[in-house]
């Protein structure tokens, strides 16, 4: 199988919610998730791919200059490699719809302290490179901070 790149797509409120979906994969038991996806496109960048992600599965539209790449996670869980960068947008109120109903069953804004579980591993992870004291990651997953080139 072909390695997976991707990015997941943290959308904080100025009051501390993050929006996550119901994720309805075809063979997977339903999960709640970040935005995101693949990178798409040759050039694409992750901030690219994110911005178009957020707003192929939710309407939101950020530019992805205003987005940041956090760090990037690297797993083989899935028999292959998978590198997801974890993208912070900027804070948004923006309304969402469900435009991919076949992968996603709604959007919700959640308080960090409230968090639903079961959560999508990669879209944990993400969520651990961005909450203060989320501990190490789980045996497997390297975690790997981006550091602002000069």
């Given amino acids: 199988m072909p390695p997976l790149i991707g990015a997941g797509v943290i959308v904080p409120t100025a009051d501390g919610r993050v929006l996550l979906g119901r994720r309805i994969a075809v063979g997977e ?42 760090g990037v996670l690297l797993d083989h869980l899935d028999g292959r490699p998978r590198l997801t960068a974890a993208v912070l947008a900027p804070p948004s109120e923006a309304a969402f ?22 959560m999508f591993a990669p879209s944990a992870w993400v969520l651990s490179r961005w ?20």
């Fill in 97 to 118: 719809e469900v435009t991919e109903p076949h992968a996603c069953a709604g959007w919700e804004r959640f308080a960090l302290a409230a968090l639903p579980e079961p």
């Fill in 131 to 150: 909450l203060p004291g989320a501990g190490p990651l789980p045996a497997g997953v390297h975690g790997y901070a981006v550091h602002p080139l000069p």
């Fill in 29 to 70: 038991p339903p999960t709640w998730s970040l935005p995101g996806g693949k990178v798409d496109h040759v050039g694409e960048s992750f901030e690219q791919a994110a911005a178009r992600e957020l707003a192929e599965e939710t309407g939101v539209v950020l530019p992805a200059e205003r987005m940041r790449v956090l």
